[in-house]
């Protein structure tokens, strides 16, 4: 029979160990902003549940309404695809804590393998100029030799939902980061696109997504293309576009990436844009993009960190990218998205969890789930991740 003496020491030690495995408090962040995330944080937000027992609570809603959340003290941390052009709250820190593809995705059950589209006929497509599948300009894009990269993959365990370890297969790195490009493909393809109408699918909440995308639009086409999309990339879709689209009968508004991929699902000659793992959850097509390269590149993981390789990392954070760089293997639609927090002026141990979830996103994330299409930040970016994210306090 134990002892009253031991017996304290047994109920002391168990306790220990119960508290030990479980955190000292289960706490639960608020968070809104970019839809483009979802698909990588709903899958990433319950492992950190099961890790720390914290809870997240992502609303997505668009970049934009995560930035008016943030600015008015609504959510402990929001998402944006794009930095703020006015209103930037004191106190702000960017973090880059994940990358991923825009895909340009499309509705044509009839045309089995990947199309390829050049930056100038997106352009026209997106304008409305561009109103056929059979347009001379899409044809052109589809009748030629085309050369692509092909990367080199490494096997990676992970511990996948119920926790069993599972390998997956990831880009591989270079000592800088950079993706290793093993060899280059080059065919000539004939890609007989159907006598159809397109129905252009766009976002019409405030959206980082759309920034981007326009920015891609404008700038890819700079110079001798500039005409073709002359105005400056706006969060608003309708607001950068060359034309006014609301008189175009063939164009369609969703709100959400998700909206936009099930509107392109529910109509045959539709196209849109939007995170690659929506188009991939509702069977759509994605084009491979002609980069300044001369190489046609698919949305992945890959292509992306090889485009942001190529940018220019600013004192803040933010990343900005030249789409005219002929960079090899780069897709040219890849973009930085980021977690956005205080560094000051807000509650303790509110601010060590948004830290907390911000470095799990970005250590963990990406490469635990990468049939998402979500890229690992590495190399420098990588490093001035961490920066930011030491800067919450």
């Known amino acids: 029979m134990l002892s009253r003496k031991k017996l304290v020491g ?3 030690t168990a306790s220990a160990l119960i508290f030990s495995s479980s955190p000292a408090f289960a706490a639960t962040l608020n968070g809104s902003g970019a839809t483009f995330a979802i698909p990588l944080l709903d899958a990433c937000k319950v492992d950190f549940n099961k890790d720390t027992g914290h809870t997240i609570n992502y609303t997505g809603g668009g ?36 990358a991923a593809p825009i895909a340009v995705m499309y509705n044509l059950p009839s045309v089995k393998e990947s199309i390829y589209l050049s930056p100038s006929t997106v352009a026209q497509i997106f304008s ?28 990676k365990k992970v511990k996948d939902k119920t926790g069993k370890t599972v390998t997956k297969r990831v880009p591989a790195l270079d000592k800088s980061g950079k993706p290793i490009i093993s060899r280059y493909n080059e065919k000539t393809v004939n890609i007989d696109l159907p006598k159809l109408p397109i129905t252009v699918w766009y976002r019409t909440d405030s959206s980082g997504t ?44 969703g709100s959400g990436s998700a909206a936009v991929a099930v509107g392109v699902k529910g109509k045959e000659g539709a196209i849109g844009y939007g995170e690659v ?54 897709y040219p639609l890849g973009t930085t ?47 001035k991740a961490k920066e930011q994210i030491a800067k919450i306090k």
């Open 10 to 12: 047994v109920v002391i």
């Open 277 to 330: 793992s929506f188009a991939t959850d509702n069977k759509l097509g994605v084009a491979n993009i002609l980069n300044a390269a001369g190489e046609f590149v698919a949305p992945g993981a890959a292509g992306t960190s090889a485009f942001l390789g190529g940018g220019t990392i600013n004192a803040n954070g933010t990343v900005t990218v030249d789409y005219k760089k002929a960079i090899p293997g780069a």
């Open 128 to 155: 409305g100029y561009i109103t056929n599948w059979d347009d001379k300009l899409i044809a052109a894009d589809n009748e030629r030799t085309v050369k692509t990269p092909v990367y080199k993959t490494v096997n």
């Open 337 to 383: 998205s980021y977690g956005l927090a205080y560094s000051s002026g807000k509650n303790a141990e509110t601010q060590k969890l948004v830290a907390d979830w911000f470095t799990y996103v970005l250590d963990k994330c990406p490469g635990k789930y990468p049939e998402k299409g979500f890229s690992q930040i590495t190399g420098p970016l990588y490093n």
């Open 63 to 98: 970049s934009g309404k995560g930035r008016t959340d943030f600015s008015g003290n609504l959510v402990d941390f929001a998402g944006s695809d794009t930095p703020y052009t006015s209103g930037e709250p004191a106190n702000l820190i960017y973090a880059p804590i994940y």
């Open 210 to 253: 759309s920034g981007v995308f326009t920015d891609f639009l404008r700038g890819a086409n700079a110079g001798a293309n500039e005409r073709l999309w002359p105005k400056a990339s706006n969060n608003t879709f309708a607001n950068a576009t060359p034309n006014n689209i609301s008189t175009f009968f063939n164009f369609q508004g």
